[in-house]
């Protein structure tokens, strides 16, 4: 589609420099040659109440005692690392969780304007490339976090490779961080695109349907199968239009474009707590936030980013 790497976290075009991964002498070099580091909350990230990411240099306090970085890549020329900030409990305890957390946690290492964020809460005020560093920070340290332990033998795993890999001592296997592919799909049958809401969700918030892939399973398939299990509307055909790295925790988001064979909804409740056909002249309100009943997907998000392609005729 057009524009497709406008999508929040996508386009940028981050230098990985991944041929620097297993040189260990030239990451402490870079480290100590002015290389940042992006440190990581309880998959927080660091932020100026201004806007825009803050990072700390690899002497600072904050990152004194802490496990060597992740290499995220090379930023203009400026080694750009994330380690997580583990233990530490603010004076006022961690905030309750919610679907959209405003809040900012202040770190007495910190500036006094600066704070641990969400992440959703931020991305739509991050540049393109401050958005790629922090998904890509926010996954590869989830990603560690929860695979510690070796899957094939059940042993203690170490980081390795600049933390694009883990190895584990016991049983010599080598395990690397996994996405998880899920298919998002703007289903439209005329003026009408297929909007449904998952249970939980913000009152009136309505988006695209979406669900995981599936062993086996090709993108087109996945698109006709999800759709049919939710709702039960017959798609025909299917366009690829856009992905998005989602890092919650580690998603790439397909978004694709399908048409609809049938309307009548048929609602799975486990899924679903409703689903509806909404016309463009509804959508358009929703979107100016003057629908009475409506509201969008979250701003950042490709289901946003689809829709508001779709009424501007952007897709194709």
């Not at 041929?19 to 480290?31: C, N, Q």
Request: proline share 6%; glycine share 10%.
């Amino acid at each position: 589609m057009r524009h497709s790497e406008t999508v929040t976290f996508g386009g940028s075009g981050l230098v990985r420099a991944a041929h620097l991964r297993g040189d260990a002498e030239a990451l402490t070099r870079l480290r100590a040659g002015g290389g940042q580091v992006l440190v990581l909350w309880r998959g927080r990230i660091p932020v100026a109440d201004t806007g825009g990411l803050v990072w700390v240099a690899a002497d600072h306090p904050l990152v004194a005692g802490l496990p060597a970085p992740v290499f995220l890549g090379l930023d203009d020329g400026i080694a750009r690392f994330a380690v997580d900030l583990p233990g530490w409990v603010p004076a006022e305890g961690a905030p309750t969780p919610a679907f959209l957390d405003q809040s900012r946690i202040r770190h007495p290492q910190l500036a006094a304007d600066h704070g641990f964020a969400e992440l959703r809460a931020e991305m739509t005020r991050l540049t393109a490339r401050e958005a790629e560093l922090a998904a890509t920070a926010r996954a590869i340290l989830g990603w560690h976090s929860s695979h510690g332990f070796c899957a094939a033998c059940g042993a203690a795993t170490e980081m390795v490779n600049a933390g694009w890999q883990r190895a584990c001592a016991q049983c010599g296997a080598q395990h690397f961080p996994r996405t998880d592919p899920v298919v998002i799909m703007l289903i439209t049958r005329g003026n009408r695109a297929l909007l449904g809401r998952s249970p939980g969700w913000p009152e009136g918030m309505y988006s695209c349907l979406a669900g995981f892939m599936e062993p086996g399973e090709t993108v087109e398939a996945a698109v006709r199968r999800e759709v049919a299990e939710e709702t039960g509307i017959r798609v025909g055909a299917v366009r690829y239009l856009a992905s998005q790295p989602w890092p919650f925790p580690a998603s790439l988001m397909i978004g694709c474009a399908g048409e609809a064979l049938s309307e009548t909804i048929t609602l799975d409740p486990v899924e679903l707590e409703d689903a509806l056909w909404v016309s463009r002249e509804e959508l358009m309100e929703a979107m100016a936030g003057a629908h009475p009943v409506i509201h969008p997907a979250r701003k950042g998000s490709i289901a946003h980013f689809l829709l508001s392609n779709w009424l501007a005729d952007r897709l194709f």
